[in-house]
């Protein structure tokens, strides 16, 4: 790879780390967000976005959006395992999705929407092994714990 594919490589792991980090900071930071209205919203499979908004289950889906944005951007932005939250990044990115009519996810797309569009960028940067370029995953692997157990080297990088 070369210099100038390593850095639009980490620019785009960057920011879009940055907009996943901050997009669960700020839910964190409101005490009054819930996901209660984009679930029972849903245009499409609403029994199960409707079941997800239950009492006894919306705080734990909160918490899972909530954290689940804030790590993923976390290890976008550090470049540590970016596969494991890449991949778990795009099945978030498809329930979002999923939740939105179809064919016409909102007035200006057709099929494809924004959100389509991270889960490809999502699944690319865990592709290419974003967090081995410019990223933490490099000195993670080295660790002597990753050299006892392979397997986590490998989730990790």
Same mark, same amino acid.
Request: aromatic share 12%; charged share 15%; net charge positive.
């Given at each position: 790879?070369?210099?100038?594919?390593?850095?639009?490589?980490?620019? =785009?792991?960057? +920011?879009?780390?940055?907009?996943? #980090?901050? +997009?669960?900071?700020?839910?964190?930071?409101?005490?009054?967000?819930?996901?209660?209205?984009?679930?029972?919203? &849903?245009? +499409?499979?609403?029994?199960?976005?409707?079941?997800?908004?239950?009492?006894?289950?919306?705080?734990?889906?909160?918490?899972?959006?909530?954290?689940?944005?804030?790590?993923?951007?976390?290890?976008?932005?550090?470049?540590?395992?970016?596969?494991?939250?890449?991949?778990?990044?795009? =099945?978030?990115? #498809?329930?979002?999705?999923?939740?939105?009519? #179809?064919?016409?996810?909102?007035?200006? +797309? #057709?099929?494809?929407?924004?959100?389509?569009?991270? &889960?490809?960028?999502?699944?690319?940067?865990? =592709?290419?092994?974003?967090?081995?370029?410019?990223?933490?995953?490099?000195?993670?692997?080295?660790?002597?714990?990753?050299?006892?157990?392979?397997?986590?080297?490998?989730?990790?990088?």
């Amino acid at each position: 790879m070369t210099k100038l594919e390593k850095i639009s490589l980490l620019l =785009v792991r960057l +920011s879009l780390g940055w907009l996943f #980090f901050y +997009s669960g900071i700020t839910k964190i930071l409101n005490p009054g967000w819930t996901s209660l209205k984009y679930l029972t919203g &849903a245009k +499409s499979l609403t029994g199960f976005y409707v079941w997800m908004s239950q009492p006894s289950i919306l705080p734990i889906i909160d918490a899972l959006n909530e954290y689940g944005q804030l790590l993923l951007g976390i290890s976008l932005i550090l470049g540590i395992a970016v596969r494991l939250s890449a991949t778990l990044g795009t =099945v978030l990115m #498809f329930l979002y999705y999923l939740a939105l009519p #179809f064919p016409y996810p909102n007035p200006q +797309s #057709f099929i494809v929407d924004q959100h389509i569009i991270y &889960a490809a960028i999502l699944l690319y940067l865990g =592709v290419m092994r974003a967090g081995k370029t410019y990223g933490l995953e490099v000195l993670c692997s080295k660790l002597p714990i990753c050299e006892k157990f392979p397997k986590l080297r490998k989730l990790l990088g």
